[in-house]
């Protein structure tokens, strides 16, 4: 079945790049997510990318995608208290009307 | 726009009763709606795929005469935990899906059983 794994924790100085890594396992995967949880809070959708592409890139946020190596990362510049929160990547073959497979979530935490 | 609205935020309620937990797409129709589970630190649970006028499609392992699911409209569906106990507690999140869109998930709910 699929897999999505991510590192479960990051600690990033507030004011430096943040990047935050995500491996999956089924090929056959065509949309790639990045959601966001706040404490308490549902997941906010970041961004999302079509396998047919290797960047995308949304203000502080940018989005790398290997699909050889089935490698996805996201990048958050100028990092700051407000991104403390825990990212999903998430993987789906078809977009919207499908079920997401989730990762296992990285809580990234920002030093002073 | 994209906004799903999720009630309530938080329930507690004594062991047996049921809860009923509503999940609504405030400014789009929703084709789609997903219920997960979210155990604590841990990452979400699909539980079942709704469709707007259809039975649910349920995920291996969770009972489907346990936690009930209605999609009577195309902004609007609920969850129901029939008979709940302490092992139901948990954070519940929908999430809705309109026409080529990605899913916007609900604020979840908070169910502590006791």
């Known amino acids: 079945g699929e897999d999505v794994e991510q590192s479960l924790f990051l600690s990033v100085r507030e004011g430096d790049s943040s990047v935050i890594n995500c491996t999956y396992t089924d090929s056959s995967s065509t949309y790639l997510y990045w959601y966001k949880q706040e404490p308490g809070a549902g997941l906010q959708l970041l961004t999302y990318?079509?396998?047919?592409?290797d960047m995308k890139q949304d203000q502080r946020l940018t989005v790398l995608l290997n699909k050889k190596d089935k490698h996805l990362s996201l990048r958050i510049a100028d990092t700051q208290t407000g991104d403390s929160a825990i990212y999903f990547c998430?993987?789906?073959?078809?977009?919207?009307?499908?079920?997401?497979?989730f990762g296992t979530g990285t809580r990234l935490t920002i030093i002073p | 726009g994209a906004v799903v609205s999720q009630h309530p935020s938080w329930v507690i309620c004594k062991s047996g009763t049921s809860v009923k937990i509503e999940c609504r797409s405030l400014?789009?129709?929703?084709?789609?709606m997903f219920w997960y589970r979210q155990f604590p630190k841990q990452s979400l649970m699909l539980m079942a795929t709704?469709?707007?006028?259809?039975?649910?499609?349920?995920e291996q392992g969770v009972e489907k005469d346990k936690f009930l699911i209605n999609h009577a409209s195309l902004t609007l569906s609920t969850l129901t935990v029939t008979s709940a106990h302490p092992e139901d507690s948990s954070f519940y999140i929908c999430?809705?899906?309109?026409?080529?869109?990605?899913?916007?998930f609900g604020d979840g709910t908070r169910l502590s059983i006791l």
């Open positions: 998430a993987e789906s073959r078809n977009f919207g009307n499908e079920k997401l497979t």
């Open positions: 999430s809705a899906v309109g026409v080529n869109q990605p899913q916007h």
């Open positions: 709704s469709n707007e006028g259809s039975k649910a499609t349920y």
């Open positions: 990318i079509f396998s047919n592409m």
């Open positions: 400014d789009f129709q929703a084709t789609t």
